[in-house]
């Protein structure tokens, strides 16, 4: 019996991307600001990403206030303009 495979339909799984996410956590009368780099499919596989990085992060802490201030998916087209080529230090 042969196999059924599909090419290029929309049954075929979503790719991970990475996204940025900024967020500010508040513990202890303490704030700390971060910047990440997470893994995911979505919003939601992003979110519990997040979730399990906090906990390993703050496992010594009862409760943390988190506050998420940016969370979008990582462009992969950069424009060499938006960089300073010329003034950057060089080895």
């Keep these: ?30 704030s700390y600001h971060h910047l990440s780099l997470i893994e995911g499919k979505n919003l939601q596989s992003v979110q519990a990403n997040l979730f399990a990085e906090l906990r390993e992060e703050y496992s010594h802490s009862e409760r943390i206030d988190v506050t998420v201030i940016r969370m979008e998916p990582v462009e992969t087209h950069t424009n060499e303009k938006d960089f300073d080529t010329v003034g950057a230090y060089h080895p």
């Design 1 to 30: 019996m042969e196999g059924h495979w599909e090419h290029g339909t929309t049954q075929e799984e979503e790719s991970s991307k990475e996204w940025v996410v900024e967020y500010r956590v508040d513990v202890e009368n303490i």
